[in-house]
T-cell receptor, first 112, second 113 residues
Framework: DGGITQSPKYLFRKEGQNVTLSCEQN?????MYWYRQDPGQGLRLIYY???????QKGDIAEGYSVSREKKESFPLTVTSAQKNPTAFYLC???????????FGQGTRLTVV | KQEVTQIPAALSVPEGENLVLNCSFT??????LQWFRQDPGKGLTSLLL?????REQTSGRLNASLDKSSGRSTLYIAASQPGDSATYLC????????????FGAGTRLAVHP
């Protein structure tokens, strides 16, 4: 069953803590993306990667970090430098050349 | 910088109506445009993908058109049903070597029986 798997579905972060959101895809896609969604707003791009071992900052990269060591995996770390991390995080992937993008089911992160 | 706008922000209609959702973008140099559906608390489901060379795409009761020169796309939903209630998002992918999707804020649709 091909698709994108995000885990966990819900995540709680304490002040000053780093947390990592998982994104795995078995679609053999080269490109992967992380978006943030806040209530009533569109999706904003955090980071994207077009190939293994390479990634670029999106529009709101401050306070976040990523790695792309394997084609299937693109984990996102929300660091303590991100002052307002409470949001819904969505991971996506697409084949090379900018074809149709597919999304995971999201992770809802809450600061407690 | 590419900006994507969706109008209206919200729409409430009775079942059976034909609907038009609008999406406009400021830079016409796009690679493709994609329409998505999002249910509350869920991820995005791809509905239709229109390449820059295409004028429209159809899937069941959905039809999406693209007028690249004027920077507009329209999603037409025929014979709306309560199950169509969701937020509809459009996104454009730029050309010129970059590959990211830029999203509008969405149209929240409610179809009541």
């Amino acid at each position: 069953d091909g698709g994108i798997t995000q885990s966990p579905k819900y995540l709680f972060r304490k002040e000053g803590q780093n947390v990592t959101l998982s994104c795995e895809q078995n679609l053999n896609h080269d490109a992967m993306y992380w978006y943030r969604q806040d209530p009533g707003q569109g999706l904003r791009l955090i980071y994207y990667s077009q190939i293994v071992n390479d990634f670029q900052k999106g529009d709101i990269a401050e306070g976040y970090s990523v790695s792309r060591e394997k084609k299937e995996s693109f984990p996102l770390t929300v660091t303590s430098a991100q002052k307002n991390p409470t949001a819904f995080y969505l991971c996506a992937s697409s084949a090379a050349g900018g074809t149709e993008a597919f999304f995971g089911q999201g992770t809802r992160l809450t600061v407690v | 910088k590419q900006e994507v706008t969706q109008i209206p922000a919200a729409l409430s209609v009775p079942e059976g109506e034909n609907l038009v959702l609008n999406c406009s973008f400021t830079d016409s140099a796009i690679y493709n445009l994609q329409w998505f559906r999002q249910d509350p608390g869920k991820g995005l489901t791809s509905l239709l993908l229109i390449q820059s060379s295409q004028r429209e795409q159809t899937s069941g009761r959905l039809n999406a058109s693209l007028d690249k020169s004027s920077g507009r796309s329209t999603l037409y939903i025929a014979a709306s049903q309560p199950g169509d209630s969701a937020t509809y998002l459009c996104a454009v992918r730029g050309s010129g070597g970059y590959n990211k999707l830029i999203f509008g804020a969405g149209t929240r649709l409610a179809v009541h029986p």
